[in-house]
């Protein structure tokens, strides 16, 4: 079972960039799906982006498109999620998760059974 530990969070300005970091262990990536999702105080959990680990191939929510990349670096075992233009409305915690098998453009959470712990993004007006 892989496990999943996210970085690169914290406190910055509107209109910076930011790379969060999904480092898998445990167990390599191959043959997972991988997402972000992110949660805003009081609001649910949403999709941001998946990856196949296999194909690259990726998937977006609408509201994320454009601002918001994903990639993967299968020498680091690890899932990026590049944010740029940050926008306050872009505060929240974000998880990686991952599921074995799964399909990266599967926007629900349940569809993923493996989370990170959550990394807070703060972004000041």
């Known amino acids: 079972q892989v496990q999943l530990v996210e970085s690169g969070g914290g406190l910055v300005q509107a209109g910076d960039s930011l790379r969060l970091s999904c480092a898998a262990s445990g167990h390599s990536f191959s043959s997972y799906a991988v997402a972000w999702f992110r949660q805003a105080p009081g609001k649910q959990r949403d999709f941001v982006a998946g990856?196949?680990?296999?194909?690259?191939?990726?998937y977006y929510a609408d509201s994320t498109k454009g601002r918001f990349t994903i990639s993967r670096d299968n020498a680091k075992n690890t899932v990026y999620l590049r944010v740029s233009s940050l926008k306050p409305e872009d505060t929240a915690v974000y998880y990686c998760?991952?599921?074995?098998?799964?399909?990266?453009?599967?926007?629900?959470?349940?569809?993923?059974?493996?989370w990170g712990q959550g990394t807070q993004v703060t972004v000041s007006s």
């Open positions: 998760a991952a599921a074995l098998r799964g399909q990266y453009y599967s926007t629900t959470s349940s569809s993923y059974t493996t």
């Open positions: 990856i196949s680990w296999v194909s690259g191939s990726t």
